[in-house]
């Protein structure tokens, strides 16, 4: 099932990329050829690291207060994260256009405390918002696991050797959670490369993403070979940014940190 459900598609991509429409390398010319191109494979890439932070901004307290809660509010805790699992993308998409709108919920609230109405739809502040909110679950859940598992002695020895709160936790508990991060992390930033839905009810064509370019040339345009070039990079470049994370986390256990 593996080899038909998944690499026979893929090597039918990589062959239409150098096959359609003739044999020959013209499809990645065109690619790299096309400032556009580029523009919206850097901004692709920005827009999956910015949600990937904001997540990880976001989950890490948030798994942290589920690791340390009691049984029932940590039921709560687990049940709010993963709502949105269980939710259609569609509706929670246009949910967030009714929230996000010029005059919507949000900008009410940001008039009413005298802040002013802010541009959240058609903006990449939307979509990252949108998209955040979809992919927090990926976050939270790594975290938690890894912090579940963290003896709250190491802390309470740290504090018993004068050690400040601040200073346990960078130098104790954050160390210690590394395997989370880089899990959580990684998955929210490759799951964020491929995105469509959001960008595009959210956010405008000067939000475009990699994903939607590609849509266009199968979809609209009938250029498979050059949507198959564009999957065909972006492939490439993820597994390009994997390599390299991974080289630099290499060795990093919840075991091995927590020994040291």
């Given at each position: 099932m593996l080899v038909l459900f998944f690499l026979y598609p893929l090597a039918e991509m990589i062959r239409i990329s150098f096959a359609d429409p003739q044999l020959g390398l013209q499809n990645y010319s065109w690619f790299f050829s096309s400032e556009v191109n580029v523009a919206v494979t850097l901004r692709t890439f920005w827009t999956a690291f910015a949600v990937a932070l904001i997540c990880l901004l976001i989950a890490y307290p948030y798994a942290y207060v589920m690791s340390t809660a009691g049984p029932r509010l940590r039921t709560i805790l687990l049940a709010v994260v993963l709502t949105p699992l269980w939710t259609s993308l569609m509706v929670r998409t246009l949910a967030w256009i009714v929230l996000l709108q010029d005059s919507g919920i949000i900008n009410d609230a940001l008039e009413a405390l005298?802040?002013?109405?802010?541009?959240?739809?058609?903006?990449?502040?939307?979509?990252?918002?949108?998209?955040?909110?979809?992919?927090?679950?990926?976050?939270?859940?790594?975290?938690?696991?890894?912090?579940?598992?963290?003896?709250?002695?190491?802390?309470?020895?740290?504090?018993?050797?004068?050690?400040?709160?601040?200073?346990?936790?960078?130098?104790?508990?954050?160390?210690?959670?590394?395997?989370?991060?880089?899990?959580?992390?990684?998955?929210?930033?490759?799951?964020?490369?491929?995105?469509?839905?959001?960008?595009?009810?959210?956010?405008?064509?000067?939000?475009?993403m990699l994903s939607a370019l590609i849509q266009q040339q199968v979809g609209g345009l009938l250029q498979w070979g050059r949507g198959s070039a564009m999957g065909v990079i972006l492939l490439v470049s993820t597994i390009l940014v994997l390599a390299i994370c991974l080289r630099l986390t290499k060795g990093v256990r919840l075991g091995n940190v927590g020994g040291a």
């Amino acid at each position: 099932m593996l080899v038909l459900f998944f690499l026979y598609p893929l090597a039918e991509m990589i062959r239409i990329s150098f096959a359609d429409p003739q044999l020959g390398l013209q499809n990645y010319s065109w690619f790299f050829s096309s400032e556009v191109n580029v523009a919206v494979t850097l901004r692709t890439f920005w827009t999956a690291f910015a949600v990937a932070l904001i997540c990880l901004l976001i989950a890490y307290p948030y798994a942290y207060v589920m690791s340390t809660a009691g049984p029932r509010l940590r039921t709560i805790l687990l049940a709010v994260v993963l709502t949105p699992l269980w939710t259609s993308l569609m509706v929670r998409t246009l949910a967030w256009i009714v929230l996000l709108q010029d005059s919507g919920i949000i900008n009410d609230a940001l008039e009413a405390l005298h802040v002013g109405r802010v541009p959240l739809i058609r903006t990449t502040t939307g979509v990252i918002i949108g998209m955040s909110q979809m992919l927090l679950p990926f976050m939270v859940l790594p975290l938690y696991s890894v912090m579940s598992k963290i003896d709250p002695k190491y802390l309470q020895a740290a504090a018993a050797l004068g050690a400040r709160p601040l200073t346990a936790f960078f130098k104790v508990y954050l160390p210690m959670t590394k395997a989370g991060v880089f899990a959580g992390s990684l998955t929210v930033f490759v799951l964020g490369l491929g995105f469509y839905i959001i960008p595009a009810l959210l956010g405008s064509p000067r939000n475009t993403m990699l994903s939607a370019l590609i849509q266009q040339q199968v979809g609209g345009l009938l250029q498979w070979g050059r949507g198959s070039a564009m999957g065909v990079i972006l492939l490439v470049s993820t597994i390009l940014v994997l390599a390299i994370c991974l080289r630099l986390t290499k060795g990093v256990r919840l075991g091995n940190v927590g020994g040291a």
